[in-house]
């Protein structure tokens, strides 16, 4: 059973602009962290950004801070990553996941969205 479900991957120049979307079917009131990691060729994946459901709270990895923007839609348990000033080092694939209240851990994850920036 697929829980979570991205979209909004593509090509795009450098420069442009992308907006990941993320839907998390079986989001519950202990799901706490919803977290955007990327794996591009060749090399580990990596975190990206997260958005705490009920805070609000937010993290970026260095390398997106003032590029990147995280958000959410509770309601619509939906979760989104604005994309902006792309690099040709940010193709990679692209997964949101799920952290549980009380979790070291992202238990769920997407199966992922590509996203290629062309130089």
């Known amino acids: 059973q697929v829980r979570l479900v991205e979209s909004g991957g593509g090509l795009v120049q450098a420069g442009g602009s992308l907006r990941l979307s993320c839907v998390d079917s079986?989001?519950?009131?202990?799901?706490?962290?919803m977290g955007w990691f990327r794996q591009a060729p060749g090399k580990e994946r990596e975190f990206v950004a997260s958005?705490?459901?009920?805070?609000?709270?937010?993290y970026y990895a260095d390398s997106v801070k003032g590029r990147f923007t995280i958000s959410k839609d509770n309601p619509k348990n939906t979760g989104y990553l604005q994309m902006n000033s792309l690099k040709p080092e940010d193709t990679a694939i692209y997964y949101c996941?799920?952290?549980?209240?009380?979790?070291?851990?992202?238990?769920?994850w997407g199966q992922g969205t590509q996203v290629t920036v062309s130089s």
């Open positions: 079986g989001r519950t009131v202990n799901s706490a962290v």
């Open positions: 996941a799920s952290k549980g209240v009380g979790s070291s851990k992202y238990n769920y």
């Open positions: 958005i705490t459901w009920s805070s609000g709270n937010i």
